[in-house]
């Protein structure tokens, strides 16, 4: 696995305005818009993690890539930034919609349920609904993964089978 990892594995930077506020999106893999991707070699499956505080998502690129590379390079790894934890750089530009109704201001923003409506908005409006997701939340982005899961319990979830013979 380590040559793997020393071989150069993409990753995309992305600042969005989702919610209202800024937020760094990073993108393991060639993929960078699922949503209008309509190829034979667009992924089903989508590894999205939730980090913890500070909210940084760059400091979870080993572990995207590692994922990336076990995966045999099949599936897409994303990885959000809190909302606001993460502001571009004056030269970058900030990618909104005007029919992306993540540009919409979500209330409290940078509260915990704003926290959560966060990164709803994004599922919705930059992954399919047919796209099966695998959801990795670290420390509050465990709790932040709970909290969507019961808000939204139709999210189209890969879940392990148990007791499944090899």
């Known amino acids: 696995m380590d040559s793997e990892l020393k071989e150069e594995i993409p990753v995309h930077e992305e ?7 800024e937020t760094q999106v990073l993108k393991c893999g060639p993929w960078t818009d699922l949503f209008y991707d309509q190829s034979v070699k667009r992924p089903k499956l989508l590894i999205f993690i939730i980090p913890g ?14 994922l990336y590379s076990l995966t045999n390079r099949r599936f897409p790894v994303w ?11 004056k030269d970058k530009k900030i990618l909104k919609t005007s029919e992306d109704s993540n540009a919409q201001e979500i209330k409290d923003i940078y509260g915990l349920n704003g926290q959560i409506e966060h990164k709803l908005a994004f599922l919705r409006t930059h992954v399919p609904k047919d796209m099966k997701l695998v ?25 392990p089978t148990l007791g499944a013979k090899k």
């Open 135 to 159: 959801l990795i939340g670290h420390s509050i982005g465990s709790y932040f993964t709970l909290q969507m899961l019961k808000r939204v319990p139709d999210l189209p979830l890969m879940l």
């Open 15 to 21: 600042f969005i305005l989702c919610g209202g506020a």
């Open 53 to 66: 505080n500070p909210g940084f998502s760059a400091f979870y690129v080993p572990f995207a890539k590692a």
């Open 79 to 89: 990885t959000i930034s809190h909302a606001g934890h993460a502001l571009a750089p």
